[in-house]
């Protein structure tokens, strides 16, 4: 009875992840099932049924989650992430270029790289992401958001590309 409860617990934690979008590499639980209790195989093979889309096993009953992760920057406050999970998101770079006017900043798009026009030193996070929301190219990669209380004053940025996309 005290493999099923461990079964039962990284099953949860794995539910739990799932639920968070957080990317699990691996899950062992091989020695808890190969107990030939039958109750145990009839819960994994629940939980793999459950999961499928998301769960591969091999033949060590090793779980294998294929959570794919959103891509993310942030430049300053500004917290830039990727609208589809995975890989690909890596592939979106954000440049933000002093030359437009405070209130009238520009974004522009070509292909996955995204330039945004500010105002040095006037312009701040809040009208970047408005910026951004305006333009149905831009938001149709990325969602911007704060990181932090409030929304400081925008800095200019070279390049920087989205990371950590799975």
């Known amino acids: 009875m005290s493999r099923l409860k461990n079964i039962l617990r990284k099953m949860s934690k794995v539910r739990e992840g799932i639920a ?5 590499d691996k899950v062992n639980i091989s020695d808890d099932v190969r ?6 195989k009839k819960l994994y093979a629940k939980e793999v049924e459950a999961y499928r889309s998301i769960i591969r096993t ?3 009953t ?5 959570i794919n992760v959103a891509a993310l920057a942030q430049i300053g406050n500004l917290v830039i992430t990727a609208v ?3 890989a690909a998101g890596n592939l979106i770079s954000i440049e933000i270029l002093d030359g437009a006017t405070a ?7 070509e292909d996955r790289n995204i330039v945004i026009g500010i105002e ?8 970047i992401i408005a910026a951004i929301v305006a333009s149905d190219e831009a938001s149709a990669l990325i969602t911007p958001s704060l990181d932090g209380l409030g929304s400081d004053v925008a800095i ?5 590309y989205l990371m950590d996309g799975k």
């Open 20 to 24: 968070r979008r957080s990317f699990y």
């Open 35 to 40: 107990d030939n209790s039958p109750l145990a």
């Open 58 to 60: 091999d033949e060590d």
């Open 62 to 66: 090793i779980l294998e989650t294929d």
């Open 84 to 86: 589809e999970n995975g």
């Open 103 to 109: 209130g009238s900043e520009t974004v522009f798009v």
């Open 120 to 127: 040095e030193g006037i312009s701040d996070y809040d009208a």
């Open 156 to 160: 200019v940025s070279d390049i920087v």
